[in-house]
Structure formats: structure tokens, C-alpha cells
């Protein structure tokens, strides 16, 4: 494969991935902005990707793609609502998001090599030794910051916010911390990213 088709997706078997991780989370039952959350949620995640790492590869742009593949067929209310059930219940979405996005690559042709590295990616393995897992957790730490910390902080109390952001900034690299600041936030989330960063 030429180096510009791996840099530019254009060979077959990304294009078949992309459309079949497309229409998957196409599927998803829950709606935001009129579309499908899930597909939503994969573009705004490929875009920042690219955003990040204009050159990234195959793998991290196919991990970026099916990150949270038919992620609603397991839903949060199908485990406790305690600490323990909900880091059963992530744990238990990421072999479900790595499994699912396996199989649709080895049915579109790819080999385990490329299979394993981008199970790799979804399940933030070697990170954050790893440069593609950290764009990869950049990405999702941003999309976070732009699609849904206004809603979440609308339903929680002041502490929890602050320390959801001191965890995601403790995770991000200094990059997409700048990205970050330059998000339109509103005055109550303004307020709540100053006090995590003081």
C-alpha cells in the first residue's frame, strides 16, 4: 500500500470499514441534533482525531471511527448504579466496542496484525506510552469538553464537575489542553474549568 493511501483512506477496505462502522451506529435508537448519537458521536471523534493529527493513520482513524460502535446495546442501567457497577459496566464496553469493531474488519479484509492494533487503540493499551493512544484519548477528552459538559454539569453538583475536568486535563496532552481553552464555553462551565485548573 502507497504510503499516501494509508495517510488519505482511500484504499478499499477503509472505505468498507468506515461505511460499515457508519452503518451500525446509524442504527442507534437514540437521536441528538435529529442523527443517530452514536454516528454523531464517531464523526465529532474523527474529527478532532484529525484535527489533532492531520497525518493520522489507518488504524487510529479506523479507532476513532467505531470507538463506541452500537454502544446503546449496553446500557448503563443494566449494571448497578454504584462505583463498582459502573467500572464493570465500562470495562465491559470496551471488549464489547473491541470485539464488535474486530469482527467488521476481518470481514472487510483485514489482517489480525491490523485487527489487534486498532483493538489496541479502543482499549487504550500502552497508554500513555503510546503518541496514537494519547491523540486517541485527546480526542475524546475534547469531544467531551465541546458536546457534553454543559449537559452533564446542568444535572451535577459544582465538586463532581471539578473533579471530572482535573481527571480529563490530567489525561490530556498540553495540545489539546490549548484546544481546550479555546472551547466556547458558557459562564457556569468557564467558571467550573477555572476552579479544576487553579
Known sequence: MAASEKITGVNEKFKAAIARFDAENSRDPNSE??????????????????????????????????????????????????????LKW???????????????????????EAVRRVQDLNLKKNFPADAECCVLEDALCLVFLEFQFAALAAKSDDEKMVNALRKSWGKMTEAARAEALKLNFGEREKQLVARALA
Do not use: M
Open 33 to 86: 441534533s435529529g442523527r443517530p448519537r452514536e454516528l454523531l458521536y464517531a464523526e465529532r471523534l474523527t474529527d478532532w482525531v484529525l484535527k489533532l493529527c492531520p497525518e493520522a493513520g489507518e488504524p487510529l482513524r479506523l479507532a476513532a471511527r467505531c470507538q463506541h460502535i452500537c454502544r446503546w446495546q449496553s446500557p448503563r442501567e443494566n449494571f448497578p448504579l454504584t462505583k463498582p457497577g459502573y
Open 90 to 112: 465500562r470495562a465491559d464496553l470496551k471488549k464489547f466496542h473491541a470485539e464488535k469493531s474486530g469482527a467488521i474488519l476481518r470481514e472487510v479484509g483485514y489482517d489480525e
